[in-house]
């Protein structure tokens, strides 16, 4: 059974930083992609970041410069770095995993979410 844990979020204020977890057991996390995704109240899912397999890594504009996202094929453990966090940032975080970096409908597998909460 494949699952996906998130974790690490939280309440920060403005210009702060969080590190978002995502836990993988039942797939070998080096053979998949993880792409990160965030949904804020009353908004439409968005996609954030993506890495590879091969560790290419990709970023949606608002997040470029100050989200970074890395992986520990032995620890099957995918991260996403949040450094100078701004409101506009809080949502549901969300990690997802498949054979590539693809649109969120594409994704085979997802976790539950975590909440990330900026303040100003």
């Known amino acids: 059974q494949v699952q996906l844990v998130e974790s690490g979020g939280g309440l920060v204020q403005s210009g702060g930083s969080l590190r978002l977890s995502c836990a993988v057991s039942g797939l070998q996390l080096e053979l998949y992609a993880i792409g990160w995704f965030r949904q804020a109240p009353g908004k439409d899912r968005e996609a954030v970041s993506c890495?590879?397999?091969?560790?290419?890594?990709w970023y949606e504009d608002p997040v470029k410069g100050r989200f970074t996202v890395s992986r520990d094929n032995v620890k099957n453990t995918a991260y996403l770095q949040m450094n100078n966090l701004s409101p506009e940032d809080t949502a549901v975080y969300y990690c997802?995993?498949?054979?590539?970096?693809?649109?969120?409908?594409?994704?085979?597998?997802w976790g539950q979410g975590t909440q990330v909460t900026v303040s100003s």
């Open positions: 890495i590879s397999a091969s560790d290419g890594t």
């Open positions: 997802a995993a498949d054979w590539g970096c693809f649109d969120a409908d594409e994704y085979d597998y």
